[in-house]
């Protein structure tokens, strides 16, 4: 009776360990069925990092004078579809975000601003670029969904075309902060969109494929970069 008992206990505990490390198995396609809380426990904190990774394009880190990081993480494109203003004029738009890390002991400021003028693009400078920072709060959990959970596009663009657009982070010591960028073009690209922030010089840039774009600057600026 007794192993009989040890017997069944064990293929239990086996059981509920397998279950546990198929859990933690997440791809990019798996991703966009997976529900994520911003407030959860150690497990829904795992799957909302694995989330966070599967959509991070490039990765730049920027150490002080006392070793400690700044990291940015740049995300992968969402979107590729037209969208048509309310005067008429059409765009094929790309949603991204963008993340800082501040793993410092100190408050790292950073100011944007997105030129308001089109940037002609192409050899033949028969396309053009706009890139806005749109008025909508971006969150982890919505890493997986469309659009990454833009869902009022007509808010975040109309009244923003041919206008300057800005933000003004302030992130206090070891705490982050996740925005939107979004990417308009006059004609859609026949290669992949590829953009994202990055430091030089005190200043912040964004490129957007080979297009780089000074718009802001960084404080404190004793930066080095280690990417």
């Known amino acids: 009776m007794i192993k009989r008992l040890l017997i069944t206990l064990l ?88 993340r800082i890390i501040n793993t410092t002991e100190t408050t790292f400021e950073l100011s944007l601003k997105m030129p308001k003028t089109s940037i002609p693009q192409g050899t033949s400078f028969d396309n053009s670029l706009n890139v806005l920072l749109p008025n909508a709060t971006m969150r982890i959990d919505k890493v997986p969904l469309f659009n990454y959970g833009l869902t009022d596009l007509a808010a975040a663009l109309e009244n923003t075309l041919q206008k300057p657009t800005s933000l003004k982070l302030t992130i206090p010591p070891k705490e982050t902060n996740i925005f939107y960028v979004i990417t308009l073009f006059k004609k859609g690209l026949n290669d992949k969109v590829r953009a994202g922030f990055f430091f030089k010089d005190n200043k912040a840039w964004y490129r957007v494929n080979d297009t780089e774009i000074p718009c802001g600057l960084v404080y404190p600026v004793n930066l080095v970069s280690r990417h």
């Open 11 to 98: 293929t239990t505990v086996l059981l509920f360990s397998c279950k546990q490390e198929h859990k933690n198995e997440f791809t990019p396609n798996s991703l966009a069925n997976t529900k994520l809380t911003s407030t959860a426990s150690n497990e829904n904190q795992k799957i909302q990092l694995d989330s966070i990774a599967a959509w991070i394009d490039t990765t730049y880190l920027y150490t002080n004078t006392k070793g400690k990081q700044i990291i940015v993480q740049n995300s992968l494109p969402k979107g590729g579809l037209t969208y048509t203003f309310s005067n008429g004029q059409k765009f094929v738009y790309a949603i991204f975000w963008s």
